[in-house]
């Protein structure tokens, strides 16, 4: 299995992105990117989408970016957001890379778009710390 079908398979596991609609679109070594439809039950009450999806999509590209050098078994340990501008338009996507890694952290950076059509516009930018799952033996 390659690394984007294990990811898709890792992502559909995931009752939340499910819920959403994620979809993982690219997965490559010390990158990745997540797409989410934009609908109506995402908004919050000035119409924009509510800051926890876009919190959402940062985390969640994080974690797979940095899963992709440090295996499958990780976490967020922590993470900043800053929102920049209202999230908007007919999706939104996430794209991820690793800054820094280490054998059992590494360090992401996340950019989140609103698209329409084929216009983007950053609505937030965010970094995090990835750490390996510490396995019972």
């Known amino acids: 299995m390659d690394m984007l079908d294990l990811g898709r398979k890792i992502l559909a596991s995931q ?4 819920l959403l609609g994620a979809e993982l679109i690219h997965l ?3 990158a990745a990117e997540i797409k989410v439809p934009i609908t109506r039950q995402l908004g919050q009450q000035h119409g924009f ?7 959402y999509m ?5 974690t797979f970016a940095g899963g992709t050098v ?6 967020t340990s922590e993470f900043k957001i800053n929102y920049l501008r209202p ?4 999706a939104l996507v996430a794209r991820a890379r690793v800054i820094h890694h280490g ?16 216009d983007e516009v950053l609505c937030a930018t965010a970094q ?8 019972p033996s």
């Open 15 to 18: 009752p939340f992105s499910v």
């Open 28 to 30: 490559h070594e010390g």
């Open 49 to 55: 989408v509510h800051g926890g999806v876009v919190s």
């Open 58 to 62: 940062a985390d969640n590209a994080l």
């Open 70 to 75: 440090l295996g499958p078994a990780v976490v």
């Open 87 to 90: 999230a908007r338009g007919d």
């Open 103 to 118: 054998r059992r952290q590494t360090v992401c950076r996340c950019d989140v778009f609103g698209l329409e059509g084929d």
């Open 128 to 135: 995090g710390t990835i750490s390996r799952l510490s396995m």
